[in-house]
């Protein structure tokens, strides 16, 4: 059985079940545009798009717009994000800390 989950700006493929035959490690996909449609690809093989994801987007706008410069605990930041994953959340914070 799998499971097919949205990480930002990624697709997770994972294997939660599998009869005779052991699990295999998570895949990280990205959707790539392809003539009028789009194929997945693996996430290593294709390069991260320019600028920020959405959730990125979002983080960046609720810290600047939720907190004064004395800024705020990762824990307030996520507070204000309550629609975002925990795990989406700390990608982006991730991101954001390592790339502005």
């Known amino acids: 059985?799998?499971?097919?989950t949205q990480t930002d700006?990624?697709?997770r493929l994972l294997c939660t079940k599998q009869k005779d035959a052991a699990r295999f490690s998570p895949i990280d996909l990205r959707m790539v545009p392809s003539g009028a449609g789009c194929v997945m690809q693996l996430a290593t093989d294709t390069p991260r798009p320019a600028g920020l994801s959405d959730t990125q987007q979002k983080a960046l706008y609720a810290l600047?717009?939720?907190f004064t410069d004395d800024g705020a605990t990762t824990t307030e930041w996520q507070a204000v994000m309550p629609d975002v994953?925990?795990?989406t959340?700390?990608?982006?914070?991730k991101v954001l800390i390592d790339n502005l």
């Open 1 to 4: 059985m799998f499971q097919l």
């Open 9 to 11: 700006d990624q697709l």
């Open 64 to 66: 600047r717009s939720s």
């Open 85 to 87: 994953p925990e795990r």
């Open 89 to 93: 959340f700390y990608r982006a914070k």
